[in-house]
T-cell receptor, first 114, second 113 residues
Framework: KAGVTQTPRYLIKTRGQQVTLSCSPISGHRSVSWYQQTPGQGLQFLFEYFSETQRNKGNFPGRFSGRQFSNSRSEMNVSTLELGDSALYLC?????????????FGPGTRLTVL | GENVEQHPSTLSVQEGDSAVIKCTYSDSASNYFPWYKQELGKRPQLIIDIRSNVGEKKDQRIAVTLNKTAKHFSLHITETQPEDSAVYFCAASSTGGSYIPTFGRGTSLIVHP
C-alpha cells in the first residue's frame, strides 16, 4: 500500500496570507489527524477527522481549520498567517479512531512564514 | 487536560548499552500509550504501544512498561545500535469518548559506535 502523502512538502508564505495543506491517507484509512511540530512546543494535536466529521480538536485558534472529503483525503487551512505558525505540519492516518489502531504519519509540510 | 512529561531530553549511550526513557502522565483516563521514533528529517514512526490493560509489552530489543498507579510508562531499548539514534516521543490518550493525544517533548537518543 502507498503510504500517507502530503502536499506541498515546502511552503513559504508571508504574514497575513492563508495556506491550504493537503493529506492523502493510506487507502482504506478513514481517520486523519493533523499535528503541528515545532522545536519549542514539540508535537501538538490540531484535530482529527473521521468519515468527514471533525471528532476532536486541540487547543489552537480558529484560524486553523480543516475538512475531510468522502475519499478520506483531508485539507488543513490556516488563515491570517503569523510568524509563530512556522512549523512542520504532519498528518497521520489510521483505519479507525486514533487509539484503536496504529497511526501512520506522512512526511510533513514545512511551512515558513516570513 | 492531560500533561505528559518526558525525561531525559537527551540521552547519550555507547553501542551495546541499554537506554531507558521515562514518561509521566496526569490524566487517569488515559489508556493508550504509543511511542514514536523520528529520525532526522523523517516522519515519526510508531515503534511500540501499550494499552492500560497490560503492564509490559516487548518487541525484540524494545520494551515498554506501564505503571498505572504511578501514572508513568517507560521505553527500554537493549543492545543499542547506531541506527537507534533518533528522537523518541511518548504520547498518552484516551480511546473512549473525546480524545486528544498529548505528546512528550521528546528524547534525543545518541548511540556512539
Amino acid at each position: 500500500k502507498a503510504g500517507v502523502t502530503q502536499t506541498p512538502r515546502y511552503l513559504i508564505k508571508t504574514r497575513g496570507q492563508q495556506v491550504t495543506l493537503s493529506c492523502s491517507p493510506i487507502s482504506g484509512h478513514r481517520s486523519v489527524s493533523w499535528y503541528q511540530q515545532t522545536p519549542g512546543q514539540g508535537l501538538q494535536f490540531l484535530f482529527e477527522y473521521f468519515s468527514e466529521t471533525q471528532r476532536n480538536k486541540g487547543n489552537f485558534p480558529g484560524r486553523f481549520s480543516g475538512r475531510q472529503f468522502s475519499n478520506s483525503r483531508s485539507e488543513m487551512n490556516v488563515s491570517t498567517l503569523e510568524l509563530g505558525d512556522s512549523a512542520l505540519y504532519l498528518c497521520a492516518s489510521s483505519s479507525d479512531r486514533f487509539g484503536t489502531d496504529t497511526q501512520y504519519f506522512g512526511p510533513g509540510t514545512r511551512l515558513t512564514v516570513l | 487536560g492531560e500533561n505528559v512529561e518526558q525525561h531525559p531530553s537527551t540521552l547519550s549511550v555507547q553501542e551495546g548499552d541499554s537506554a531507558v526513557i521515562k514518561c509521566t502522565y496526569s490524566d487517569s483516563a488515559s489508556n493508550y500509550f504509543p511511542w514514536y521514533k523520528q529520525e532526522l528529517g523523517k516522519r515519526p514512526q510508531l515503534i511500540i504501544d501499550i494499552r492500560s490493560n497490560v503492564g509490559e509489552k516487548k518487541d525484540q530489543r524494545i520494551a515498554v512498561t506501564l505503571n498505572k498507579t504511578a501514572k508513568h510508562f517507560s521505553l527500554h531499548i537493549t543492545e543499542t545500535q547506531p541506527e537507534d539514534s533518533a528522537v523518541y516521543f511518548c504520547a498518552a490518550s484516551s480511546t473512549g469518548g473525546s480524545y486528544i493525544p498529548t505528546f512528550g517533548r521528546g528524547t534525543s537518543l545518541i548511540v556512539h559506535p
